[in-house]
């Protein structure tokens, strides 16, 4: 019985080794062995074998169904339809697939496991959702965009009729719906301009600039800018500031911007200037352009002494021959530095001695 025993236990031993090498080397039929995903060692191609003898081929630009078959214990037959069939010697393990072709080229597919082809489901779960949250977000936006038009439109049409007011509120309602639209908050800045509300206008002119808006739109947000500290009470830091926006809005294409810029850098004629009133010649320039804007005008010349009719000296200034856009005829005006800037900006057409309190000569 005790030598019975022992055969039985040496059997089972021998039993249980040769079921583990079963488990390494894959004892099962290769038509089994073969079943399930694999992939190639740079994860780049994979290869899901099928009971009913299909196989899907997948890689880089996208996913083939093709056939296969065990021609014999040792060789294996693949069919891609339009790219070929070829045969290969092969060996399976449990855990690796050798594919040898014809042509010596070697092949070799690691099987993925359960637990990695949950994850490729959660991966693709994961990037679905991500592109349905996509498209959901894009239609929200394309709506949102409608709608916020709809106000710009409506601003747009108050624009046209001078109704700063309400123009104001439609631009404001778009904003509230479309932040990111730097037109709107440049045409709210103009209307802001209109209504003498400075403060208001740069903050709107400067998130315009803050965002996707185009080159034109941004030089005439900046040409604004330029616009409203040149019409400031005259200190040196809303000329800098004036002149800087100039500059920036000149090099966007502005030309009207540019036509300021030439307007100050006109070389001044001066009869022994004192040494601050060059830089003054140039803002009167800069200020005769800004009243009568559209109107054409030509330097005579500025002078320390200006002499009127070359007869009476009147003090520092320049000499200004306008030209009206409608054809009246050219009005000689003179602008006085000494009385710069205390000028009625709102009142045109008038001799500058008028505009500064005093009776012509």
């Given at each position: 019985m005790n030598f019975a025993n022992g055969h039985f236990r040496v059997l089972l031993a021998f039993l249980l080794i040769f079921s583990g090498l079963c488990f390494l080397i894959s004892c099962s039929s290769p038509e089994k062995s073969i079943l399930g995903k694999w992939r190639n060692s740079n994860n780049k191609e994979t290869v899901d074998f099928f009971e009913d003898g299909t196989a899907n081929f997948s890689g880089e630009k996208g996913?083939?169904?093709?056939?296969?078959?065990?021609?014999?214990?040792?060789?294996?037959?693949?069919d891609i339809g339009m790219y070929g069939t070829n045969i290969f010697s092969f060996t399976i393990t449990n855990k690796e697939l050798h594919l040898n072709g014809?042509?010596?080229?070697?092949?070799?597919y690691y099987r993925v496991t359960k637990k990695e082809i949950e994850e490729e489901k959660e991966r693709a779960r994961i990037k679905v959702a991500q592109e349905q949250e996509r498209i959901r977000l894009e239609t929200e936006r394309k709506k949102l965009a409608e709608e916020a038009k709809k106000h710009a439109d409506l601003g747009n049409m108050f624009l046209k009729q001078q109704n700063?007011?309400?123009?104001v509120e439609e631009y404001s309602k778009a904003i509230n719906i479309d932040?990111?639209?730097?037109?709107?908050?440049?045409?709210?800045?103009y209307c802001y301009r209109m209504m003498k509300k400075y403060d208001s206008a740069i903050n709107d002119f400067q998130k315009s600039l803050d965002t996707q808006y185009n080159r034109n739109g941004k030089a005439n947000s900046l040409y604004n800018m330029g616009y409203i500290f040149s019409n400031q009470t005259y200190?040196?830091?809303?000329?800098?500031?004036?002149?800087?926006?100039?500059?920036?809005?000149?090099?966007?294409?502005?030309?009207?911007?540019?036509?300021?810029?030439?307007?100050?850098?006109?070389?001044?004629?001066?009869?022994?200037?004192?040494?601050n009133e060059t830089k003054s010649f140039n803002v009167i320039l800069s200020t005769v352009y800004e009243i009568w804007q559209g109107d054409s005008f030509e330097v005579s010349g500025c002078a320390s002494n200006l002499k009127l009719n070359n007869t009476k000296d009147v003090g520092p200034g320049c000499q200004i021959v306008l030209h009206p856009q409608n054809n009246e005829e050219p009005d000689i005006q003179f602008w006085l530095l000494d009385k710069f800037p205390d000028l009625d900006k709102n009142r045109r057409g008038?001799?500058?001695?008028?505009?500064?309190?005093?009776e012509p000569f």
């Open positions: 996913t083939m169904v093709g056939k296969y078959r065990f021609v014999d214990k040792e060789h294996l037959l693949i014809e042509d010596g080229k070697n092949l070799v700063w007011k309400d123009s932040d990111s639209n730097g037109e709107s908050f440049a045409k709210r800045g200190d040196k830091q809303n000329f800098d500031k004036a002149k800087k926006y100039f500059i920036q809005s000149c090099d966007l294409g502005n030309k009207e911007a540019c036509t300021i810029l030439d307007v100050g850098k006109i070389k001044i004629k001066v009869d022994n200037p004192a040494k008038t001799t500058i001695f008028t505009i500064l309190g005093r």
